[in-house]
């Protein structure tokens, strides 16, 4: 993997596949002791041959260190940027594909390439485990469940937030802690009801040493294409900070994505 | 929930009350916008808001924007620590301009 090669003169028609060229995360999980590849978000289609994969994952490995790449086809402004995060005995690869051209909105909104290095960055610190399904579906049902709501308006949050912050009193979070955990869960229920299909299900689940807020929509996944859009005409909600509320302010998170939904898990530590 | 009340004059006030979420985000710019025609500047006042996320702030930070842009300034009183703490997490003094909050 080199250096992207070709420029902004290219030529129109690297620039009209450009435009039409999806923004994707797609990850998968190198396994150290089966040595094998296994896709966990997306299809993870790179053209990049799975045994440059593996090197760059061992190496990750073994030098304990995140390790990042800028990945392009000559004479294409496709650039992928290839994050490699080792953890003990596996390595999650990112790969973050964006429109070269359309990177940033151009005004007050938070450009994608951004919001996808937060992601990645969140990822290297650990803050956020991308979840495969399987790992997915043992973490949404741990715990005890306190409450659940299906929410399709957003004339819902409030008297959710309410309920929600009654519970987590009496599950002793306090003050600023509370304030700041009920905010996070406020925005990732927006952005099931922006970019999550407009519904989805918000349940809080007490576990030993933490709450945990799961959120889960049916909508596209985390195709970022809709963040690129124009400001509406009647002004526009999403200043796409809502994620990076989230990694910064919540001590755990988890994620999952794909053509099924999207359930994001926020875990607040009681102890 | 958002309810409004403005005070009107030539620098009418907008006072708020309740919730800035993404269900606000019409009332609130309708309400600010209402203000805005024949003033020379407006006063959107938090005193009574009790919460507000990055869908309310997108509003408010859309409507400084446009506002100013049509020459009518915008202004903020009032914060309470939940929104200032908010609005410290999402710069929105870069965004809009320290002038929104000078009488803070």
């Known amino acids: 993997m080199t250096a992207r090669a070709g420029g902004p003169n290219a030529g129109a028609t690297a620039v009209d596949e450009a435009a039409c060229h999806p923004a994707t995360l797609q990850v998968c999980r190198y396994v150290a002791r089966s040595r094998t590849l296994r896709t966990v978000i997306g299809r993870f289609d790179l053209g990049i041959p799975g045994s440059d994969l593996k090197r760059h994952a061992v190496e990750a490995i073994r030098r304990k260190e995140f390790m990042a790449y800028t990945v392009s086809p000559p004479d294409h402004f496709d650039t992928d940027e290839l994050c490699f995060v080792p953890h003990d005995g596996w390595c999650d690869i990112l790969s973050i594909r964006t429109n070269g051209w359309h990177r940033h909105h151009g005004d007050h909104r938070r450009g994608l390439n951004e919001i996808l290095s937060d992601l990645a960055a969140a990822v290297a610190c650990a803050r956020l485990r991308i979840l495969s399904a399987e790992e997915l579906a043992a973490e949404r049902t741990r715990g005890d469940l306190l409450v659940a709501w299906e929410i399709d308006d957003a004339a819902e949050l409030a008297q ?11 599950c002793g979070l306090g003050g600023s802690a509370r304030a700041t955990y009920l905010l996070c869960i406020s925005e990732a229920a927006s952005n099931m009801l922006l970019h999550g299909g407009g ?12 709450v945990r807020a799961v959120l889960a929509d049916r909508g596209p996944g985390l195709n970022f294409v809709n963040w690129m859009e124009p400001p509406a005409e009647d002004g526009q909600a999403s200043m796409g900070y809502g994620l990076k509320i989230i990694l910064d302010n919540v001590d755990s998170v988890g994620l999952h994505t794909g053509d099924a939904g999207t359930t994001l898990l926020l875990d607040h530590m009681t102890t | 929930m958002l309810q409004t009340t403005t005070s009107p004059g030539p620098a009418p006030t907008v006072h708020l009350a309740g919730e800035l979420d993404l269900d606000c985000a019409d009332a609130l710019r309708a309400a600010v916008f209402a203000a805005a025609r024949g003033a020379q500047t407006v006063v959107v006042d938090f005193s009574d808001v009790q919460f507000i996320d990055s869908s309310g702030t997108g509003i408010f930070v859309r409507l400084c924007l446009d506002l100013r842009s049509q020459g009518v300034p915008v202004t903020a009183q009032n914060l309470p620590p939940q929104v200032r703490g908010v609005f410290d997490m999402l710069r929105v003094r870069e965004l809009v301009g320290e002038e929104v909050f000078a009488g803070i």
């Open chain 1, 199 to 210: 519904s989805g299900r918000l349940s809080l689940r007490r576990l030993d040493d933490r």
């Open chain 1, 160 to 170: 959710a937030r309410g309920t929600i912050g009654a519970m987590l009193r009496d």
